[in-house]
């Protein structure tokens, strides 16, 4: 379930049982229930199984200036392909090895399949004649804290995640 503010700036991923829990405190309201139409039945009410809620008070987010770098975020940026040969990727690549003071960066680090990863090893590119097919840079922007940390988003969201999702 997409989390937004009172603003509709996306906050979070959470799951159903806690959207739930938010919603029938009052805290949260539905903004799009489940496609399917499915209803979640207790006692004495009945909600729809929601996709994206709205809280009702406005909460501060601290502002941080850079994305943390994690393997999740890395292979959602590189869409899950290799750097090298564009294959389904498995592992990080450092472009300059750790072994040769390469930073551990998002300018740096590529999504990689184990294939060109173990020929790489911790050589240089310009000593393999290998080329990257896009170079790397941080992300940016609130949506991409979201994406790592929810997986394959909801189409549902896309409205409420900007143009960058």
């Known amino acids: 379930m997409l989390l937004l503010n009172a603003t509709y700036e996306p906050l979070t991923a959470l799951p159903l049982r806690r959207a739930v829990v938010l919603v029938m405190c009052g805290k949260a309201e539905v903004v799009h229930g489940d496609p399917a139409g499915l209803q979640l ?3 004495t009410v009945s909600l729809p199984v929601p996709s994206v809620i709205r809280l009702s008070t406005y909460v501060r ?3 941080r200036a850079q994305v943390p770098l994690t393997r999740a975020g890395l292979m959602h940026r590189d869409r899950y392909r290799c750097a090298y040969c564009g294959g ?3 592992t990080i690549d450092h472009v300059i090895p750790r072994s040769r003071k390469g930073p551990h960066s998002w300018t740096n680090c590529v999504a990689c399949c184990a294939k060109c990863n ?4 911790d050589k240089l590119l310009s000593e393999l004649g290998w080329h990257l097919r896009v170079v790397p840079t941080a992300p940016h922007g609130p949506h991409w804290r979201l994406l790592v940390h929810s997986g394959d988003a909801d189409p549902l969201w896309r409205p409420y995640l900007g143009v960058a999702a």
């Open 41 to 43: 039945h207790a006692a």
């Open 61 to 63: 987010v601290p502002y």
């Open 88 to 90: 389904r990727a498995e």
């Open 118 to 121: 173990h020929r790489k090893a």
